[in-house]
C-alpha cells in the first residue's frame, strides 16, 4: 500500500466507532446512538422494507423518538426498582431468554446457509432451468372509456345506447382521448384520456383483460365490454411481449427464496429436536391451569 494509505488505516477504526456512537436522539433521560437506532431497525423493520424506509426521513425520525421514549420509560422502570419486583424479575429473566433463544437459532441458520459462491451457482442453474418463473409477462398499454350503469341496471340500454354512438365517433377518427375526457365515468384516468397504462393480465376484470389482449395492434378499438362498471370501449396503445428478466435482477428473488427456505427448515429442525425432549409434568401443569379457569354454575342449578 502506499505510505499514505498505510498510515491512514488505523484511523478507520476510531473513524466507525465515532459514527457508531453518534447521538440520533437525546433528552434528560439519555441518548440514543447510531448503533442503538440501526440494531433495531434490523430487528424489527423488515428486510423487504429497510431501504425504503431508510429512505423515508419522517419515519426514521419517527423511529428515533420512539427509540428515546422507551430508553426513557425503561430507565423510570429501573429507578423505580420495577426489576427487582418478582413480576420484574420475570419478564426480565422471560425476554432475556427469548433473546438468547433467538440468537441460537439464527447461529443454527447460519451454520447452514450457503455461502455467496454455492447460492450464486444454485441460483443460476435454477434460472436456467425455470425460465418461465422469471418471466416478465406480457403487458398491454390501453386507454378506455367507461359509461357507468346504474346499480340497478334500469338505465343498461340508454348508456350501451350511448356507448355505442361514442364508439362510432372513434371509429370515424374522433380523437379518443379527448372523447374519454369528456364522458369517461371513471374519474381517476379521465384526465389523462382514459389512459390506464401498462398492465399483466388478471389486473382487471376478466371481460375487460380479454377485450384489452385481444387487440392486434395500436389504435385498434374493441367492441362494447361490460362490467359490473357498466361499458367500456379500449383503444389499444401498446404492447410488451413477455421478457425473460436478466440474471442479476431474478438473483436476489432466488437468493430471498433459499434463505427463507433454509431458515423455515433449519428453525423448524432445532426445535424439534429439542421439543422432542421436553417432559410435560400433566398434574402439575393441569393444576396451574385449574388456578386460572373461573368453574361457572350450570344453568338452572344452585351451586
Partial sequence: LPLGAALAQPAAAPAAAAQANA???????????????????TELVPERDREKFWATPAAVTRFARSLYVQHALAAQARQAKLDQTPEGVALVALKQEQALMELSLRRAVGD??????????YARSEYQAKPERYTRPEEVRVRHILLAVAKD????????????????QVQQGA???????????DQSNAARGGDLGFFA??????????AAFGLAKPGDVSAL?????????IQLEDRKAATLMPFDEAYPLIREEVRTAVT???RGRVWEAEDEKAQVQEPALQAVAGRHVTVLPLSGKKP
Avoid: C
Avoid at 341496471?153 to 362510432?168: N, P, T, W, Y
Avoid at 380523437?175 to 365515468?185: Q, R, T, V
Avoid at 365490454?225 to 370501449?233: D, L, M, P
Fill in 23 to 41: 447521538v440520533v436522539a437525546s433528552g434528560p433521560a439519555g441518548t440514543v446512538t447510531a448503533a442503538q437506532l440501526e440494531t433495531a431497525v
Fill in 112 to 121: 447452514v446457509l450457503p455461502n455467496d459462491a454455492a447460492l450464486k451457482q
Fill in 153 to 168: 341496471g334500469s338505465d343498461d340500454e340508454a348508456v350501451k345506447a350511448r356507448a355505442e354512438a361514442l364508439r362510432a
Fill in 175 to 185: 380523437d379518443f382521448a379527448k372523447l374519454a375526457s369528456e364522458n369517461s365515468s
Fill in 201 to 210: 393480465r388478471g389486473k382487471m376484470a376478466k371481460a375487460f383483460d380479454d
Fill in 225 to 233: 365490454v361490460r362490467t359490473q362498471f357498466g361499458y367500456h370501449i
Fill in 264 to 266: 423455515a427448515r433449519e
